[in-house]
Nanobody
Framework: QVQLAESGGGLVQAGGSLRLSCAASGLTFGSYTMGWFRQAPGKEREFVAA????????YYADSVKGRFTISRDNAKNTVDLQMNSLNFEDTAVYYC????????????????WGQGTQVTVSS
């Protein structure tokens, strides 16, 4: 019943911006930490950002800190990822995920995943 659906991926030039959105259904959205992960070809899935459900804290990977911003709207059951100053290394499939663990940045704690959306950064 739980479904996470990402949107907003696409092709963007280096230095540009892109905003991803994830719509959640089938869960009590306000009781879950929402996270973003990404996976590039030939590489492991890596943590990008997360927003807790009770502590009001945001967490970011060092590689995106200062460039990406995660936000959530509990009334709409959505979580967004604003990506600025994109570079080639940001090219990956981006996944939305949910976990009841409050502070987790570990993919193993996330039990619900979206299908992913492709982000490609060109020169």
């Amino acid at each position: 019943q739980v479904q996470l659906a990402e949107s907003g991926g696409g092709l963007v030039q280096a230095g540009g911006s892109l905003r991803l959105s994830c719509a959640a259904s089938g869960l009590t959205f306000g009781s879950y930490t929402m996270g973003w992960f990404r996976q590039a070809p030939g590489k492991e899935r890596e943590f990008v950002a997360a927003r807790s459900w009770s502590l009001g804290r945001s967490y970011y990977a060092d590689s995106v800190k200062g460039r990406f911003t995660i936000s959530r709207d509990n009334a709409k059951n959505t979580v967004d990822l604003q990506m600025n100053s994109l570079n080639f290394e940001d090219t990956a499939v981006y996944y939305c995920a949910a976990t009841p663990v409050i502070t987790s940045t570990n993919s193993v704690d996330y039990g619900y995943w979206g299908q992913g959306t492709q982000v490609t950064v060109s020169s």
